[in-house]
């Protein structure tokens, strides 16, 4: 089984902190994506990586920045927390059957982060 | 702009029933789609997927079946279950070559009564 952890479950920070959120994937898989779940907005694409020190913007990626020094580790990194980042975030990973366009991503049980 | 769109923001079947979640989109670059679960405080928890040259897929209680001339596809679960209650969401990859991107729907709360 795929298996996705992220470090916390419940974050509480103060505006202006800094905020690491840590995510590992135990199955080699290439592909690691952070997306934040909001009531009402579905799932966001914050950042994703395809490749060790790659990575690539998702559809909001202001005032989020991420790291990926290790193929099973996916950081991301609020600079500067504040409230309007309240949210469920979401670390996912996948990998393609090759050529095939089919891809699956697994998900970790997420970090619901509370900025105060 | 959505390009996935699930219309029905909730659902309430009888326990027993079948329940039906439906997703439109709007690319017809799309070629692969898949269904997540998920319940509140979790991740989403992959379920089922197809893909643009088959019609239906089935996985014990889970069909999905694609519509390709009508961007259509619906979720029967048969016959439902309260532990089917949840929010689902469909979701779909284009098959551009850098585009690894899936695009979500906004998700259709499930409730299964007893």
């Known amino acids: 089984d795929v298996k996705v952890t992220q470090s916390s479950r419940y974050l509480v920070k103060r505006t202006g902190e800094k905020v690491f959120l840590e995510c590992v994937q135990d199955?080699?898989?290439?592909?690691m994506f952070w997306y934040r779940q909001d009531p009402g907005l579905g799932l966001r694409l914050i950042y994703f990586?395809?490749?060790?020190?790659?990575?690539e913007k998702g559809d909001i990626p202001e005032g989020y920045s991420v790291s990926r020094e290790k193929k099973e580790r996916f950081s991301l990194i609020l600079e500067s927390a504040s409230t309007n980042q309240t949210s469920m975030y979401l670390c996912?990973?996948?990998?393609?059957?090759?050529?095939?366009?089919?891809?699956?991503?697994?998900f970790g049980p997420g970090t619901r982060l509370l900025v105060l | 702009d959505q390009q996935v769109k699930q219309n029905s923001p909730s659902l309430s079947v009888q326990e027993g029933r079948i329940s039906i979640l439906n997703c439109d989109y709007t690319?017809?670059?799309?070629?692969?789609f898949l269904w997540y679960k998920k319940y509140p405080a979790e991740g989403p928890t992959f379920l089922i997927s197809?893909?643009?040259i088959k019609d239906k897929n089935e996985d014990g209680r889970f069909t999905v079946f694609l519509n390709k001339s009508a961007k259509h596809l619906s979720l029967h679960i048969v016959p439902s279950q309260p532990g089917d209650s949840a929010v689902y969401f469909c979701?779909?990859?284009?098959?551009?070559?850098?585009?690894?991107?899936?695009?979500w729907g906004l998700g259709t709360s499930l409730a299964v009564n007893p």
């Open positions: 979701a779909a990859r284009g098959n551009a070559g850098n585009n690894r991107k899936l695009i």
């Open positions: 690319n017809s670059m799309f070629d692969y």
């Open positions: 197809i893909s643009s």
């Open positions: 199955m080699d898989h290439e592909n």
């Open positions: 990586s395809y490749d060790v020190k790659m990575k």
């Open positions: 996912a990973s996948s990998f393609e059957v090759s050529g095939s366009g089919q891809e699956t991503q697994y």
